[in-house]
């Protein structure tokens, strides 16, 4: 079991928070790119690549790519400075019922930087 926290920052600031789910989605599409770029030792291994298992969060990779859902325990109506969001993934990842199990979805927390910048904060346990 791996544990993982992965900010995403919006790409448009502009237009307020981006939703968790287009986070979500993007953060684990680069997740399985740099899984699949780091594997890309020889042609056996990408063959027996399984993009189905990939879709539905069904690999052993240690990361969000693992994950086919998550869960908002603090939303964007009261977003968290990143040093907070980032103690608050870390004791959840231990102690919520559904996150702390590495089967479970992955835990998601609204930042915003002091910058201004937005983003999701994704974590949890994955397995390996």
């Known amino acids: 079991m791996a ?6 920052v919006d790409d448009d ?3 307020g928070f981006e939703h968790p ?8 599409q680069l997740a399985i790119a740099e899984a699949l770029h780091d594997n890309d030792e020889g042609e056996d291994e990408v063959e027996e690549f399984d993009e189905s ?3 539905a969060g069904n690999y052993d990779c240690g ?3 693992a994950k086919a859902a998550y869960v908002v325990v603090r939303g964007a109506e009261d977003p968290a400075d990143l040093p907070t969001a980032q103690r608050l993934a870390a004791e959840l990842a231990d102690t919520h019922p559904q996150i702390s199990d590495e089967t479970g979805p992955a835990g ?6 002091g910058d201004g910048t937005r983003g999701w904060l994704y974590f949890g346990n994955a397995t390996t």
């Open 63 to 65: 990361t969000i790519a």
């Open 108 to 113: 998601a927390i609204a930042v915003l930087k």
């Open 13 to 15: 600031p502009e237009s």
């Open 21 to 28: 789910a287009q986070a979500f989605e993007r953060a684990r």
């Open 3 to 8: 544990y993982f926290c992965e900010l995403v």
């Open 53 to 55: 298992a990939w879709l």
